[in-house]
C-alpha cells in the first residue's frame, strides 16, 4: 500500500517530487531485499532515470552475465525495473530498454523501517492507480 505525502524533496530539475509511504510489507521486504545486495542495487542505481539495455548494463557495471541476467529479470519480475522503450540492433532486432520505476527511494531506520519512493512524472502519468493515489 502506498501513502502519499506532502512534497519535501527537489530533484535535478528543482522540480519538487511527491514521496509516497510503502506500508505494504513485502513489498518493503523486497526493496530492501534489492539494495542489500551489491549487484541489483549497482544495477537500480545505474538505472534511476536512464534507460539502459540489459547488456549495456552488466557491461557498465561489469556484473557477470548469468548472475546478472538472473538479478535483473528479478528485479523486473518484481516491478523495480521497468521497460522503456527499445532500440534496434544491429542485427535488425528489437532490443528493450529498462530503467527503475522509482526516482529515489529513501530507507529509514530509525524507530522503525519505513521505505518512502518518489516516482518519475511519466511512472506517475502511466499508472492508473498511482494517479489516483497522487490525486487523493
Do not use: W
Not at 529498462?98 to 526516482?103: A, C, M, R
Request: net charge positive.
Amino acid at each position: 500500500m502506498l501513502n502519499y505525502l506532502n512534497p519535501k524533496t527537489k530533484s535535478e530539475n528543482d522540480v519538487v517530487e511527491k514521496r509516497f509511504t510503502v506500508f505494504e510489507q513485502t513489498t518493503c521486504k523486497s526493496i530492501l531485499k534489492a539494495f542489500s545486495d551489491d549487484d541489483t542495487s549497482k544495477i537500480l542505481h545505474a538505472s534511476m532515470g536512464v534507460r539502459h539495455t540489459i547488456q549495456e548494463i552488466l557491461e557498465k557495471l561489469d556484473i557477470p552475465h548469468t548472475s546478472g541476467y538472473r538479478k535483473i529479470n528479478i528485479l523486473i519480475e518484481e516491478g523495480f525495473l521497468i521497460k522503456a522503450g527499445y532500440v534496434i540492433a544491429s542485427s535488425g532486432r528489437k532490443v528493450n530498454l529498462y530503467k527503475t520505476l522509482f526516482n529515489n527511494v529513501i530507507i529509514d531506520f530509525d524507530k522503525k523501517v519505513t521505505v518512502y519512493v518518489q516516482f518519475p512524472q511519466d511512472v506517475l502519468k502511466n499508472n492508473a492507480v498511482l494517479q489516483m493515489v497522487n490525486a487523493g
